[in-house]
């Protein structure tokens, strides 16, 4: 029941790169708060998997990426100049959740300042929750001197508004829609054709254990064009009894359109009820497939 590998790829990850190239957009973000000594860039850009973005509200598990456009102002060791870089995010209280240092500390080659494209990538996902309020904090150190880059934001984390979810007592703490394919956790409602997707839900609660641990679900998932044609259906995902635990960890059903002519938009409903109980969850999703260009 567990998508292990998808749950790994999913939990918070933050890295940088350091390479030529720029964003393709030159607007800048806004709400940043900046405190910096000697170095300075042009502009900040952000961008998702959709293209460029200037926002403070990002759906659970959305991938962002931070430019520093043509930063400046390092002291250059034989023209090369020698970055490093943190990244915290703190909650509300202000204690800090997450906490990456010294990104360049295994990285001993300098850059020109002309090569030097600097970058954050962040994935907003576990330890963070939809439904809360963070700041991240970026530090942009040079090596060889008291020069400093320093970036605040506020942000906030919610469920992608594009699923419409309806429960009955059963409650649940994490519902996003993830692209095996991409790696990415999908905020637009475009997927492509034999793309590998799954609705992913965590933290399912309200449902009646027996005995042995075991929960008596059904569950169901359907995809039905625009037309009324379905594409595909399976009332019966889960034939016998399943672990309490497994299903609080992770539940996920598995959406995929194979290559052909589609009436767009295709609507995909996945439903869960304990037998015993009566209790439900529905949500449902409407997307469009695009064929590969």
């Known amino acids: 029941m567990k998508l292990k590998h998808i749950y790994a790829a999913i939990i918070i990850c933050i890295c940088f790169s350091c390479e030529t190239g720029s964003s393709q957009n030159n607007e800048s973000v806004t709400d940043l708060t900046i405190d910096n000594k000697g170095l300075s860039c042009d502009n900040i850009t952000m961008e998702n998997h959709t293209g460029l973005i200037n926002k403070s509200e990002f759906s659970y598990g959305e991938k962002i990426t931070l430019f520093y456009n043509d930063m400046t102002g390092f002291a250059l060791q034989d023209s090369l100049a020698y970055p490093n870089m943190d990244i915290f995010v703190t909650?509300?209280?202000g204690d800090t959740i997450l906490a990456q240092k010294d990104l360049f500390k295994d990285i001993n080659?300098?850059?020109?300042?002309?090569?030097?494209n600097l970058r954050s990538n962040l994935t907003l996902a576990n330890p963070m929750k939809p439904g809360n309020s963070?700041?991240?904090?970026?530090?942009?150190i040079d090596r060889h001197s008291d020069g400093y880059f320093n970036l605040k934001k506020n942000f906030s984390l919610i469920e992608n508004p594009l699923l419409k979810?309806?429960?009955?007592?059963?409650?649940?703490d994490i519902l996003y829609l993830f692209s095996q394919t991409r790696n990415i956790a999908i905020v637009d409602d475009k997927i492509s054709p034999n793309e590998s997707v799954y609705i992913l839900l965590e933290g399912l609660d309200g449902y009646t254990i027996d005995a042995d641990g075991k929960v008596d679900v059904q569950?169901?998932?359907?995809?039905?064009?625009?037309?009324?044609?379905?594409?595909?259906?399976?009332?019966?995902?889960?034939?016998e009894p399943v672990s309490a635990k497994d299903l609080k960890d992770q539940l996920y059903a598995s959406i995929s359109v194979t290559e052909g002519q589609v009436n767009n938009?295709?609507?995909?409903?996945?439903?869960?009820?304990d037998r015993k109980s009566g209790h439900s969850f529905e949500t449902s999703i409407s997307l469009t497939v695009e064929e590969k260009k």
């Open 109 to 116: 080659e300098g850059y020109t300042e002309k090569e030097l």
């Open 165 to 172: 979810t309806k429960t009955n007592a059963l409650t649940y």
């Open 134 to 140: 963070y700041q991240m904090h970026i530090n942009i």
């Open 219 to 239: 569950a169901s998932i359907s995809l039905t064009e625009a037309d009324g044609r379905v594409i595909n259906k399976n009332d019966n995902l889960f034939a």
């Open 265 to 273: 938009p295709v609507t995909c409903v996945f439903k869960i009820k």
């Open 91 to 93: 909650d509300k209280k």
